[in-house]
């Protein structure tokens, strides 16, 4: 057997004992919070729950809201990534779903207080007190968001056993039917839907 074909053997090898090891993850089950449709999977060794809205801020403009907790009560730690979501979108169209890293996101908000801000100068010139005043609220409403996003959106973190983490990832909103996202924790993947109606409610 020539080298070549020796090298291909052993690739396709590795390929499909990779495929086998990653395992899929598709009946979850479905709950309601505060009028929102929850997809949870629940086991031995984690419990991962998924809330998926439709929203609209200054900078992002309209998008999916991912909000999701883990529960890791299983005999390993559970590597969490930035990189370990994706999605797609079904519908008239069909693609991938663009999600925004916590990077991203802040550089779309910041860019847009700071031409708020700019207008809100311009006006504060000619404006009373008052105006000036609901400004400044909106301004600090605006700096308060940008922290939250610090503090609750999705990093790369390392869940140990017997602790939990919640946070967020937005994705860039398509009108679409359906949409899906697969998380892969440790290797395995976990699969949600939601039918798009449902996210409007």
Known sequence: MSMKKIFLFLLILVFSI??????MYTDFKKMYQEGHIVEYYESDILVLM?????????????????????????????EIMEDSISG?????????????????????????????????????????????????????????????????????????INNSYAAYIYAKYVKSDIITMEFILNGSKYLFKWNTVDLTK
């Open 18 to 23: 990779s495929l086998k090891s990653q395992i």
């Open 50 to 78: 998924v809330k998926c809205k439709i929203d609209k801020t200054a900078g992002i403009g309209k998008y999916f809201e991912f909000t999701f907790s883990i529960v890791n009560n299983g005999i390993d730690k559970l």
């Open 88 to 160: 797609n979108y079904i519908g008239k169209k069909s693609g991938i779903l663009e999600f925004y890293n916590s990077k991203e996101v802040v550089k779309k908000l910041k860019s847009a207080q700071f031409w708020a801000d700019v207008a809100r100068g311009y006006n504060a010139a000619s404006n009373s007190d008052y105006t000036n005043e609901m400004n400044r609220r909106v301004s600090s409403s605006e700096s308060d968001f940008i922290s939250n996003i610090n503090k609750g959106y999705l990093k790369n973190n390392t869940l140990l």
